[in-house]
């Protein structure tokens, strides 16, 4: 039997938060009217504990969740590779299209997401791909987990566990 401990850092800060726009798609012909939500944001990360008796310093975590959770602030999430809806740049607008319905904005208002649909699941996905992306720098990391959390309306979370690379 297996007595090793096993440690995570958490952090969720009641300005962890983004108000965005979004509609998503469903069975196949489905959307959604264009909406928006206060997201919350929550990230652990599970992994030993370093020289300095870390898994990973609170503030570094703190400080690169809040960045992700600012350049989605005040924006409407649009997903770039549904095979439904068609996202288009052109003199400063984004214009989508799904079927007979269209949308234009102002680019400056608009995330263009690399992802198929803007659930919870998958900007919980995406959120932690830029995370990985920061944690992979820090030499002296060894997390093991990445988990994120979306909270899309009081009580509905989505949580996506990403596993890191082992170099």
């Not at 469903?26 to 030993?48: D, K, M």
């Not at 350049?71 to 409407?76: C, G, I, P, S, T």
């Not at 068609?86 to 984004?94: G, L, T």
């Not at 996905?125 to 920061?134: A, P, Y």
Request: overall charge negative; charged content about 20%.
């Amino acid at each position: 039997m297996n007595q090793d401990p096993q440690y995570k850092v958490r952090v969720t800060k009641d300005h962890l938060v983004f108000s965005a726009a979004h509609f998503i798609t469903f069975n196949g012909n489905t959307c959604e009217r264009l909406h928006g939500h206060n997201w919350r944001v929550a990230a652990e990360l599970t992994g030993p504990l370093d020289e300095n008796g870390y898994v990973f310093d609170f503030i570094a975590l703190r400080d690169q969740l809040q960045k992700t959770v600012d350049a989605l602030d005040h924006r409407v999430l649009l997903p770039t590779q549904h095979p439904k809806i068609q996202v288009a740049e052109e003199n400063n607008e984004i214009q989508a299209t799904f079927e007979d319905r269209r949308w234009v904005f102002p680019r400056e208002d608009c995330i263009l997401l690399p992802i198929a649909n803007t659930t919870a699941e998958l900007i919980a996905h995406w959120i932690g791909q830029q995370l990985l992306s920061v944690i992979g720098s820090h030499d002296a990391s060894q997390i093991e987990i990445v988990q994120i959390e979306v909270e899309e309306n009081f009580g509905q979370w989505a949580i996506c566990q990403l596993r890191v690379p082992s170099t």
